[in-house]
């Protein structure tokens, strides 16, 4: 039987506010000594009450708002019981039914990843945002030894400074029908997330979670499938691999004609594969409501409305922006925004010169190329704009070659040097002299009569192996451009 894939995510993002959700604590506490962020409020004693953080509410709705998302006129906390050793009070403040944004939706490109049937080129994926709602964060658990169960460990570690961290969950509908549209999503989510400046969305200190719904249905069926919720992906990679091998577990279950158990399950990445954690739960399950410490919210109207003119501009709208004013392709454009630290950086690079063309050739090659290798984002890199510009410079004066410009990047990005130092002790200086050059290549033609020959006859491989001959004998250090111009002058 023909499947059809149903995907829904839920991610959780840690909003870099400087106090916690409910208590003054601070909530810059990753990597800091367990336990000492701490106060009766976010660790439940009892007679202590919460207070709600405006700044936090303030971050939910904008990034509702960056969703196409409707901002609630009156909105409020629940209570989310359930017992588990990371949450002091056994039961976390969260939203149920009357969430701050509701109603949105995200445009997904996917470059040539066109599922069977659809334009090869590409397509927009409308992924419907299901809300947008505040909660506090757990705290965090740390397994010891190796019990040989999932999850599981001969002892646990409870640290409480996470607990309280405001906390914002994005529930998507079930709009996603592949792993890749999956990933894309993620990712652009976090991108949006980044250029509002409320999060930095970092997966590996945990700023940013994603847990997904996975369902199969026979194709044209309405009704959705028996679904299982993979946890534990902490990269994009992840979601990708994750989903894929959740979605070969369903099918191999549904066509050996058993059923799909509806449950939690843990994504091992080093094994490659999801395992069992415990039943699903329902809604009803957490015996949600009203939280009785905390009274509604009103949001206005104007609050709404003043909230909304303090947007900064967003990927998309930066994206269209770099394409009108800068003439760059759409796949150009949307790799430079495809992070808020990416087009910032090339914002600042198009400040001192002006062909961005040259700009993102020289990123998207070398300079990613680089930081793939050492795993380093580009805020990271030692070779800031400044250093990009200079070599681009170096290059368009004619000082150095493609070529050598390769080599002084290697060595810009392993010790930060700006390429004009670079080029001088390494005594770097390309050859420009036309007389010179003419030298070499009159040298070249006189050593090679058989190539000559056979650029005559028409072989046109020949003139790229007189080009070669040249740069050899001068060591790479001679202008290409007058060695191609002064070999056709040369050559009949």
């Known amino acids: 039987m023909d499947y059809e894939v149903v995907i829904g995510l839920e991610i959780h993002v840690e909003l870099n506010t400087e106090s916690k959700m409910f208590c003054g604590c601070s909530a810059r506490v990753f990597g800091e000594e367990p336990n000492t962020f701490t106060c009766p409020v976010c660790l439940g004693f009892p007679g202590s009450l919460p207070v709600p953080n405006e700044k936090a509410v303030e971050y939910t709705a904008k990034i509702g708002l960056a969703l196409n998302c409707n901002?609630?006129?009156?909105?409020?906390?629940?209570?989310?019981?359930?017992?588990?050793?990371?949450?002091?009070?056994?039961?976390?403040?969260?939203?149920?039914?009357?969430?701050?944004?509701?109603?949105?939706?995200?445009?997904?490109?996917?470059?040539?990843?066109?599922?069977?049937?659809?334009?090869?080129?590409?397509?927009?994926?409308?992924?419907?945002?299901?809300?947008?709602?505040?909660?506090?964060?757990t705290g965090k658990l740390t397994h010891i030894g190796e019990s040989g169960r999932i999850g599981g460990a001969d002892y646990s570690l409870v640290d409480f400074n996470r607990a309280g961290v405001p906390l914002v969950e994005v529930v998507t509908e079930p709009d996603?029908?592949?792993?890749?549209?999956?990933?894309?999503?993620?990712?652009?989510?976090?991108?949006?997330?980044?250029?509002?400046?409320?999060?930095?969305?970092?997966?590996?200190?945990?700023?940013?979670?994603?847990?997904?719904?996975?369902?199969?249905?026979?194709?044209?069926?309405?009704?959705?499938?028996t679904k299982s919720e993979v946890k534990n992906m902490n990269s994009f990679r992840a979601i990708q691999r994750a989903l894929a091998y959740e979605i070969e577990r369903h099918g191999e279950v549904l066509e050996g004609g058993e059923r799909i158990v509806q449950e939690t399950r843990h994504w091992d990445a080093a094994k490659n594969v999801t395992m069992s954690l415990r039943s699903k739960e329902e809604a009803h399950d957490y015996r949600y409501f009203p939280e009785p410490d905390l009274v509604p919210m009103e949001l206005s109207k104007d609050w709404i409305a003043d909230l909304r003119k303090t947007l900064p501009e967003l990927p998309d709208a930066r994206k269209k922006r770099f394409m009108e004013i800068y003439k760059l392709s759409a796949y150009d454009a949307e790799l430079l925004t495809s992070s808020k630290a990416m087009g910032d950086y090339f914002e600042e690079c198009i400040k001192s010169y002006s062909d961005a063309k040259k700009i993102n050739n020289l990123m998207m090659g070398e300079l990613s190329m680089h930081l793939n290798a050492a795993n380093l984002k580009i805020e990271e890199s030692a070779v800031t704009p400044k250093h990009l510009v200079q070599l681009l410079k170096l290059i368009d004066d004619g000082q150095i070659s493609g070529k050598m410009a390769k080599d002084v990047f290697k060595e810009m990005f392993e010790t930060g040097k700006l390429p004009k130092i670079i080029v001088e002790e390494k005594g770097l200086v390309q050859i420009s002299n036309e007389e010179e050059i003419e030298k070499i290549v009159d040298m070249v033609?006189?050593?090679?009569?058989?190539?000559?020959?056979?650029?005559?006859?028409?072989?046109?491989?020949?003139?790229?192996?007189?080009?070669?001959?040249?740069?050899?004998?001068?060591?790479?250090?001679?202008?290409?451009?007058?060695?191609?111009?002064?070999?056709?002058?040369?050559?009949?």
Do not use: W
């Open 71 to 137: 901002v609630a006129g009156y909105t409020k906390f629940d209570r989310k019981n359930y017992f588990y050793p990371d949450m002091p009070k056994d039961y976390q403040i969260s939203q149920y039914d009357l969430p701050i944004c509701y109603g949105g939706y995200v445009n997904v490109e996917m470059e040539g990843l066109a599922p069977e049937g659809s334009d090869p080129r590409g397509y927009v994926r409308r992924v419907g945002i299901t809300r947008v709602h505040l909660e506090e964060d």
């Open 445 to 492: 033609l006189e050593e090679n009569q058989k190539a000559v020959e056979e650029y005559k006859s028409g072989k046109g491989r020949a003139f790229g192996f007189l080009v070669g001959q040249v740069m050899r004998l001068t060591k790479d250090s001679a202008n290409p451009r007058l060695v191609n111009k002064i070999l056709r002058k040369k050559l009949p």
């Open 176 to 225: 996603i029908r592949t792993p890749d549209e999956a990933k894309a999503f993620a990712q652009k989510l976090k991108n949006i997330i980044e250029h509002l400046g409320v999060s930095d969305c970092d997966m590996e200190e945990g700023s940013l979670r994603c847990d997904a719904n996975v369902s199969l249905r026979p194709k044209g069926a309405k009704e959705l499938g």
